[in-house]
Structure formats: structure tokens, C-alpha cells
């Protein structure tokens, strides 16, 4: 699985933005997919995750009620809307996938195995 990252940029404080993971290769609809994020100085922290085959979604408390992860498994591409940012929010953005990923390591991006290239969101108060 090749993951492609993408619709990162530069919002105002309280702006939106909608970051897309394209996805290669077959089965896609089985893999849970997350967000992850790293700031400059800062350790890489999870973001948000969609479980495979209708499975349920998971997010950081500090995105909760701000962020929606979605996938559109005819086209291969998983979706994080942004809403509300807030200059807290700039960081790289990375997607991940794996085919399996138990429940308890779900937060822990030792537990993905593709990677995709980032892409930098950057909010300005």
C-alpha cells in the first residue's frame, strides 16, 4: 500500500481546511487508517484513526468536535475535515495504514505499517 498525503496549507486561526489520504493497491476498505502529526521540536502524536470494513472512528481529545475522519473506499482515499483550527494545530500531517491494528494500540503510530509523505498545515493567529 502506497499512502499519498495532501491539502495541507496556510489558514487563519478559526479556518478550515480538509486533508486527503490517497491511497494504491487492493483492499484498501480492509486497512484502519490514521492521522498523525509532528511539530517542530515536539514527539509525533496521534490525530484521528477509521477503522476498516465500517468500523468505528477514534480521535485525540484535543481534536474531538473539531475534526472528522471519513473514507471513501471507492476511491481508495481516507479525509480529515479540519474545523476550528487553531495555531496548536500546526504540525506536519501524516497519513498511516495497516491492515490490522488492535484495538488497545490504536493511538500508537508503532502500530502502522504504510507511511505517507506528510503535508505541513500551518494556522496563524
Known amino acids: 500500500v502506497q499512502l499519498q498525503a495532501s491539502g495541507g496549507g496556510l489558514v487563519q486561526a478559526g479556518g478550515s481546511l480538509r486533508l486527503f489520504c490517497a491511497a494504491s493497491g487492493q483492499s484498501f476498505r480492509t486497512y484502519t487508517v490514521g492521522w498523525f502529526r509532528q511539530a517542530p521540536g515536539k514527539e509525533r502524536e496521534f490525530v484521528a484513526t477509521?477503522?476498516?470494513?465500517?468500523?468505528?472512528?477514534y480521535y485525540a481529545d484535543s481534536v474531538k468536535d473539531r475534526f472528522t475522519i471519513s473514507r471513501d473506499n471507492n476511491k481508495n482515499t481516507v479525509y480529515l475535515q479540519m474545523n476550528r483550527l487553531k495555531p496548536d494545530d500546526t504540525a506536519v500531517y501524516y497519513c498511516?495504514?495497516?491492515?490490522?491494528?488492535?484495538?488497545?494500540?490504536?493511538?500508537?503510530?508503532?502500530?502502522?505499517?504504510?507511511w505517507g509523505l506528510g503535508t505541513q498545515v500551518t494556522v496563524s493567529s
Open positions: 498511516a495504514a495497516s491492515r490490522q491494528v488492535i484495538l488497545s494500540s490504536i493511538r500508537n503510530f508503532g502500530s502502522y505499517y504504510y
Open positions: 477509521i477503522r476498516g470494513n465500517g468500523g468505528g472512528t
